[in-house]
């Protein structure tokens, strides 16, 4: 532990140094503004990365010092608060309060109990499995957390796992992964998914097909990534269930003010409805959540009184999402994002590889434009280039937008994806946790999982 601290303050110590030396030595050939925001960016995913200070602390310092320095006007910087992302986590906590205050989830979690706590082994694939299937039918991973971790943690405490306890933690990780990662393979299911497909469209023409989206991603980047999940989670958070436990589950009784957990009811399914509805209907699923969150808190008709939104809402995390929106517009604006996806194009025409490595380099590219400028700004920094990267890869142009799905799909760090934090904050469990699965999910993403992509596409003729 005393190691690990050390490595962080000697990683957070050098970007500090790099970022100083950006400062006052910009580098030449652009402007200085864009040496800033380079230490700027540089320092701020550092901090995130090491968790040296809190992570709405670096959120503010980072809002500070664009802001002192005048990197960003206002009206971008602080976008991101009126961003969907933003609200969609802060009616996420009030529904999620209102599902556990309400014992609805305790309630939900006893009529799943008996199916789901026979083991350990089979609780986690279980809940990773409804939260892949909620994949195909909520459009938003948000949405999906807010349902699933209340239920998980009541599980998690009717077979006796504490705060803190690798069982606990195990189901918490579980289902801030599975909520997300998986569900990149399927077309309207996230955010960067829509704005690719969007992009693709408007610029070249391009329409990707719900089936055939889902053909190419989710044999590989859904199952054998949900598969994966479930096994990291029980070999890096090994629990198990005591047998005393399984009894008691099995004579529980429910608990709670029943009206109360009909009323969450009914509201949680007419915005279940309306989430899966979205594509008839047109309303983004961040306002269907905040018209459910002012139902819950309104007098009479609600279940949460309106002054429990201070103790339900995590505003830090709200804070932190916000400034890594931010941190992806301060990439787009200063010109970093074309200066990168410009130095990937010249590696690109140098590199004389084959469709092999062009496959794996566009991967890889959108995987660390992802770390950079946050998940949903991929498609933004690198669709308009995306001809540029077919000319220099000799792959088709569909499929080199499309390899950007296996890049910004695999995560590396927590900040990249509003509704992993959000997931995490929801458990009230630590988020440093989360890396401990997410960090070896990415390392065996880009192992195993690209060149096993590489096959299966090559079988369906997008490659070589």
Same mark, same amino acid.
Not at 52 to 78: C, H, K, M, R, Y
Not at 225 to 243: M, Q
Not at 268 to 288: E, M, R, S, Y
Not at 378 to 405: D, G, H, N, R, Y
């Given at each position: ?126 809940? =990773?499995? !409804? %939260?892949? /299937?909620?994949?195909?039918? +909520? &459009? *938003?991973? $948000?949405?999906?957390?807010?349902? #699933? ?21 195990? =189901?918490? !990780? %579980?289902? /801030?992964?599975?909520?997300? +990662? &998986? *569900?990149? $393979?399927?077309?309207?299911?996230? #955010? ?273």
């Amino acid at each position: 532990m005393l190691r690990s601290l050390r490595f962080s303050h000697a990683i957070t110590a050098a970007a500090l140094l790099v970022a100083l030396l950006l400062a006052f030595f910009p580098l030449t050939g652009n402007p200085a503004a864009f040496s800033y925001s380079a230490g700027m960016v540089l320092l701020t995913l550092v901090l995130w990365s090491t968790g040296i200070l809190p992570p709405f602390l670096t959120g503010l310092i980072f809002f500070a010092l664009v802001s002192v320095f005048g990197l960003l006007a206002p009206e971008q910087l602080f976008a991101g608060f009126g961003s969907t992302a933003v609200w969609m986590v802060i009616s996420g906590f009030v529904i999620g309060s209102a599902i556990t205050s309400s014992k609805l989830g305790d309630r939900l979690a006893a009529v799943l109990a008996p199916l789901l706590t026979a083991s350990y082994p089979r609780l986690i694939g279980g809940l =990773v499995l !409804t %939260a892949v /299937a909620l994949g195909f039918v +909520m &459009p *938003s991973s $948000a949405g999906r957390a807010v349902v #699933l971790i209340p239920i998980g943690l009541a599980l998690a405490e009717r077979v006796g796992f504490e705060p803190g306890s690798a069982g606990r933690l195990g =189901v918490a !990780t %579980a289902l /801030a992964a599975a909520c997300n +990662m &998986p *569900s990149f $393979a399927v077309l309207p299911s996230n #955010l960067p998914n829509m704005i690719l497909a969007g992009a693709s469209e408007s610029l070249y023409g391009i329409h990707f097909g719900y089936a055939e989206y889902l053909l190419l991603h989710f044999p590989i980047l859904g199952v054998l990534k949900a598969l994966l999940i479930v096994a990291l989670v029980i070999v890096v958070f090994p629990a198990r269930i005591d047998p005393q436990f399984k009894q008691a589950v099995a004579e529980t009784k429910f608990s709670g003010d029943a009206t109360q957990q009909k009323k969450v009811a009914v509201i949680l399914g007419i915005t279940l409805l309306f989430w899966v509805t979205d594509t008839l209907h047109g309303v983004n699923p961040a306002w269907v959540g905040l018209m459910a969150a002012v139902v819950l808190m309104m007098p009479k008709v609600g279940v949460m009184a309106p002054k429990s939104f201070n103790g339900a809402t995590d505003f830090g995390t709200v804070v932190f999402v916000a400034a890594a929106l931010g941190v992806g517009t301060l990439v787009n604006v200063s010109g970093i994002g074309n200066v990168m996806g410009k130095e990937f194009g010249q590696l690109l025409e140098t590199s004389n590889s084959s469709p092999f490595w062009d496959f794996m380099s566009l991967s890889l590219m959108a995987t660390l434009t992802g770390v950079v400028a946050t998940t949903p700004n991929v498609a933004t920094i690198l669709t308009p280039m995306a001809s540029e990267f077919a000319a220099a890869s000799e792959l088709p142009l569909s499929t080199v937008l499309m390899t950007q799905v296996v890049g910004f799909s695999t995560v590396i760090f927590p900040y990249q994806v509003a509704p992993l934090i959000m997931a995490m904050q929801l458990s009230k469990e630590p988020l440093s946790q989360l890396l401990k699965i997410i960090i070896p999910l990415a390392l065996i993403t880009i192992l195993l999982l690209m060149p096993l992509d590489y096959l299966w596409w090559q079988l369906l003729g997008w490659v070589g």
